[in-house]
């Protein structure tokens, strides 16, 4: 049983997938790295586990068994999705990630970054920088660093009401309603969208 199951007895599968669906969605659509979740990955894993044991013993040509294959591989989709986009920021954002925002990474992607980082050095002592005056062949990491665009517009929905939001440092705060629908630079929602306030879309 996975440490979330073990937390939440009464959490269900579709509940898990649910949670897992909204964290890929905002993973796709947020400009910077989101917090991981690897504990919904490790539990829908595992229910993906169980799913096919179960397939296994049902009859081949059976109808709702094709139904639940669908399921399975729809599920899988989310799941390599989500991480194929984790890991693309990850290789994007790696100097950032590793000099100040390592909370944000799971204990397998923190390896995966720190090996890429090495790799990337190699290449580039490789192909130039071992050819070059010892005085140039430091690599600077301020240099190398790819800042996510944190003014890039998102598109949200508001799940719980958010009290003085400024969209502009300029503009007059405003609240926003359960419900509603927004647009606004990703800077001033990137906290409620951590603190589950707000969905993208």
């Keep these: 049983m996975s440490s979330l199951a073990a937390e939440e007895e009464a959490i269900t599968a579709s509940e898990v ?3 897992l669906e909204k964290a890929w969605t905002n993973e796709m659509l947020a400009p ?11 539990c829908m894993m595992e229910q993906l586990s ?6 296994r013993r049902v009859k081949k040509g059976d109808f709702v068994a094709s139904l639940h294959q669908l399921e399975i591989e729809r599920i899988r989709f989310v799941v390599a999705s989500y991480l ?18 390592q909370k944000l990474l799971s204990v397998d992607e923190l390896a995966y970054a720190k090996e890429y980082a090495r790799n990337i050095e190699k290449l580039f002592d490789g ?17 190398l660093a790819v800042m996510p665009n944190d003014d890039a517009y998102v598109f949200f929905r508001v799940l719980r009401r958010c009290n003085e939001v400024a969209a502009e440092e300029d503009e007059v705060p405003v609240d926003l309603e359960r419900g509603s629908q927004h647009i606004m630079r990703y800077r001033p929602v990137a906290s409620l969208l951590a603190d ?6």
């Design 127 to 143: 192909l130039a920088l071992r050819r070059m005056p010892s005085n140039l062949r430091n690599l600077d990491g301020d240099k």
């Design 50 to 55: 169980e799913m096919e044991e179960n397939i």
């Design 17 to 19: 997938l649910m949670q």
């Design 196 to 201: 589950n306030s707000i969905l993208l879309l």
């Design 84 to 101: 194929r986009t984790r890991l693309k920021k990850i290789e994007t954002h790696y100097v950032i990630l590793l000099e100040k925002s």
């Design 32 to 42: 910077e790295l989101l917090e991981a979740k690897p504990e919904l990955v490790e």
